[in-house]
């Protein structure tokens, strides 16, 4: 990789690891479930004007909209709105990759080779040496919707893998327009329309920045720049990349938010950053069925043809 894309992807990585850090201080302006349907509106407009036309089905565009949008999303706003620490949400959502492993195993039939289902045990306990930290120190609540947030990430990583976007700044902008509209309805339910309306109106320069931030700079720059560099280099290259953002998270916690760092938190971040590695970075291995042969009399000392090709 040449130094610029390399700076670009550790570029990346740092905004999507600062992206943690703002969204704290939006939640302290918004309710979280209208904070993430702003984000979305934002994202969306006006770049759904000029990606063009979607490049894959609206029914790719529409799950990927409702499990990342509303359910990961969501669930990530509604978490650190509940107390859960900006970088340990940043280190906690890593375990995705693990999540992404298991359900490509049950769907798209990729088994985990032996490398990674040792990594994902390690990442496991990384999660479970994380869980008792923030269970003597935080609400064991929010942490568990911040895993739930990890699940509905794994599962729209592979639904995204199924719909093979040949543009993944077209497909990320067409995917925010989905959120936006069930994400209102949710806060206008559960946040309520008084507190939705009195978040708007006390809108000032630091909240409108925040949605600027997590729309323009971590959903459309990030995801635009991360897809421009899969598409010249191969994921092997550029998936360790995201490696760095928890590193970049919990750094910029600690920085501006003054988030304390457990001797704790370091060694479950070390476990689940090393299981994530070897999980993420060692290819996983297809299952090869068994071709059923031909085995008639009438073809007796001809080769074996497997039987998809004796009905062309």
Known sequence: MRPPHLLLAVLVAAVWGVNFTVIE???DHFPPLLFSALRFLAA???A?????RPKVAWKWIVAVGLVLGVAKFGLVFVGMDAGMPAGLSSLVLQIQAVFTAVIAAAVLAERPSRVQTLGMLVALAGIGVAALDEGTS?????????????????VSNVLTRKASPPDALNFMVWVST???LPLLALSLLTEGPAEDLAALRALD??????ILFVAWISTVFGFGAWGWLLRRHPAST?????LLVPVFGMSSAAL???ESVTPLRWCAAALLVGGVALTTLTPARKRTPRVPVRTSPEFAGRPPVPAEESVR
């Open 25 to 27: 201080i939006g939640l």
């Open 44 to 46: 969306a407009l006006p």
């Open 48 to 52: 759904v004007f000029w990606v063009g």
């Open 138 to 154: 935080g609400p064991l609540g929010a942490f568990l919707m911040v895993v739930g947030a990890a699940a509905a990430w794994g």
């Open 178 to 180: 989905v959120p936006v």
């Open 205 to 210: 320069w630091q909240g409108a920045g925040t």
């Open 238 to 242: 550029v998936a360790p990349f995201s």
């Open 256 to 258: 501006f938010l003054g």
